[in-house]
């Protein structure tokens, strides 16, 4: 798949039962009044342009703070949780040296730090610092900020509907 998908390139391998065009709403993005048909790029090409749109904000908002996304989701993870670094990989899809190196990073600006497991003395358990907490709370409240601007030009009713949708996604491969 390239990196870019563009709606020109998208309109080649839209699949042939899709919509030609649907109304996202009767306001365009200028706040005007305007039934706009927006093309149908099929679910493949939907699905990746979205991702696109959401990692940029989370990298927007990561950059911001000085990290990269992957250390913004880890502190996403640890707001409501202690996980061991097993389980702590599993959620962010790490192998053990990989979340060995993110761990001793944030740990060095000390956002995290490790404790002892009082069920296994050879694991060891991670949660946030109170800096890491403050930055964890910052960073979803920016996140929450510019992703919620990319839905703003759609009806309430769209943004529930998506939701929805996402939701259902999410929870048909839920890996936290």
């Known amino acids: 798949m390239p990196d870019d998908l563009t709606p020109a390139s998208s309109a080649s391998r839209r699949r042939s039962d ?13 706040g005007v009044g ?13 699905l990746a342009q979205l991702s696109f749109l959401v990692q940029a904000a989370l990298g927007k908002v990561a950059a911001e703070h000085g990290l990269s996304i992957i250390q913004l989701r880890l502190l996403g993870v640890l707001r409501d949780r202690t996980p061991g670094m097993q ?31 009082p069920h296994d003395r050879r694991a060891v358990l991670v949660s946030l610092t109170p800096q890491g ?36 996604l999410v929870a048909g491969h839920m890996t936290i």
């Open 18 to 30: 899709a919509p030609d065009a649907v109304a996202p709403s009767s306001v365009d993005r200028e």
């Open 34 to 46: 305007a039934a706009a048909q927006v093309e149908d790029l099929g679910i493949v090409d939907s």
């Open 87 to 117: 389980e702590l990989a599993g959620h962010l899809g790490l192998d053990k040296s990989s979340m060995t190196g993110l761990v001793d990073r944030a740990e060095r600006r000390e956002l995290v730090r490790r404790t002892a497991s």
């Open 133 to 168: 907490h403050e930055l964890a709370r910052q960073g979803a409240a920016e996140a929450d900020r510019q992703i919620r601007a990319l839905a703003a030009h759609l009806t309430d009713a769209q943004r529930s509907q998506l939701s929805r949708l996402a939701s259902a």
